[in-house]
């Protein structure tokens, strides 16, 4: 039937339709019109990301080869002394600019050039070097590949103190002396060194964040004495020491060092499964530096856990010798029964420090030590090596062995 005149007509319902679909219309419409917008606005994000790295490499290319453009050149070798740094890793062009920078050459070209005429300058090291002010690029050539151009960099042994040991009439350098020698340069014609007790003083009355002292430390570190706050964060390594600085940036550069060489060995990061704190695998290392021969080192290690499961004294030797300052194998009976917190006969449990500088392979001893039940040791053998026991009738034997034998 026809409804013309729209009787039959539901008004909520047929009216309604059209202005609907104008609505959802709208709604598409305007959706449509928000994602365009969003995509312009990431399409920009994106440009001006790409502009930025663009920019950035263009200034760290700038920086990296400005100079090298023009050839200007300075005559002559010099003028003014001044301390120039090569970083691990760094070639040609980026010695080039660090020279330019610190006014010794011209233009890094000129050094560039120079350098083509000497294979040498391939091979120059990392670390610092006693330049002069506005040198041609000759003569910061010849200067660089000078072997006594390079400021000497500190060798730290395994096992060293902080400070000296007198031993025998002879004065063995400890950290702090070794420091205070290569801090030492001749510039403008005067000498001019740090000495050990200025290095002494700043370790240890600076704040132990302003040392480098890295978090895991840090704590353990400000309860320590003062005299032994430091111990056993310099590790065994070669170290380039920049003279002419402060006694405070001189330990702290090397304790910022040390600590990136604990790091690649796993302290802290590797420590997690061996139930000890990172500082007390430190202090563990630094106990199997100084029982044992490298050979024997994962076996001290297996001691130490032993005796501190029991729990029982560890027993060292080396330890109240620390404290005594005196680098003896043996201890007389007074001073193993003299009380103190480095006395590990009378106390059991750890030190409160380390007691020298640990190696790579004494912190991976600690790390994972031999296994098994041993739990004493002694010295057998004149060349170090050490013979190990579970039971304390065995080791008695052994002790009695060595000492007829004159190896202690």
């Known amino acids: 039937m026809s409804d013309d005149l729209g009787l039959f007509t539901d008004p909520d319902v047929d009216e309604r339709r059209p202005v ?20 312009k606005t990431i399409m920009w994000l994106v440009v001006a990301l790409v502009l930025a790295v663009g920019m950035g490499g263009a200034y760290y290319g700038y920086r990296e080869l400005r100079g090298i453009g023009s050839y200007e050149d300075f005559a002559g070798s010099g003028e003014a002394d001044v301390i120039v740094e090569v970083k691990d890793g760094e070639v040609g062009g980026q010695i080039a600019s660090t020279l330019y920078e610190n006014g010794v050459i011209a ?3 000129a050094f560039l050039e120079a350098s083509k005429t000497d294979a040498r300058v391939t091979s120059i090291q990392p670390g610092f070097y006693l330049m002069k002010t506005k040198m041609s690029g000759q003569q910061a050539v010849a200067r660089m590949i000078d072997p006594k151009t390079r400021v000497p960099a500190v060798q730290i042994v395994g096992g060293i103190k902080l400070t000296d040991i007198q031993a025998d009439g002879k004065t063995v350098l400890g950290i702090y002396s ?30 132990p964040v302003a040392l480098g002292v890295p978090d895991w430390a840090l704590a353990d570190v400000k309860r320590a004495e003062p005299v032994h706050r430091l111990e056993g964060l310099i590790m065994r390594g070669v170290y380039q020491v920049k003279p002419g600085v402060s006694a405070v940036e001189l330990i702290r550069s090397v304790v910022v060092a040390s600590v990136q060489k604990l790091q690649s060995v796993g302290i802290p990061g590797g420590t997690a499964n061996t139930g000890f704190r990172p500082y007390e695998v430190l202090v563990m290392a630094s106990l199997i530096e100084k029982e044992a021969v490298e050979k024997d080192f994962t076996k001290v290690s297996q001691v130490i856990y032993n005796r501190l499961k029991e729990p029982m004294p560890l027993q060292f030797d080396s330890t109240i010798n620390y404290q005594l300052n005196q680098p003896h194998i043996r201890t007389s009976d007074a001073d193993r029964e003299k009380a103190g917190p480095y006395n590990s006969y009378v106390n059991q449990g750890l030190p409160p420090t380390p007691i020298g500088s640990p190696s790579q392979q004494a912190v991976a001893a600690t790390m994972k030590p031999e296994g098994g039940d041993i739990k004493y040791f002694v010295k057998c053998q004149k060349d170090g090596t050490t013979c190990f026991s579970k039971t304390i009738d065995e080791h008695d034997a052994l002790v009695a062995k060595a000492r007829k034998e004159g190896v202690y």
């Open 20 to 39: 609907k679909r104008e609505r959802e219309r709208g709604r598409d419409n305007s959706a449509r019109i928000k994602a365009k917008k969003r995509k």
């Open 107 to 109: 233009s890094a070209r």
């Open 178 to 207: 070794q420091l205070a020698k290569a801090s030492c340069t001749e510039k403008d014609g005067q000498k001019k060194c740090l000495t050990g007790d200025e290095i002494k003083a700043a370790a240890e009355q600076t704040d």
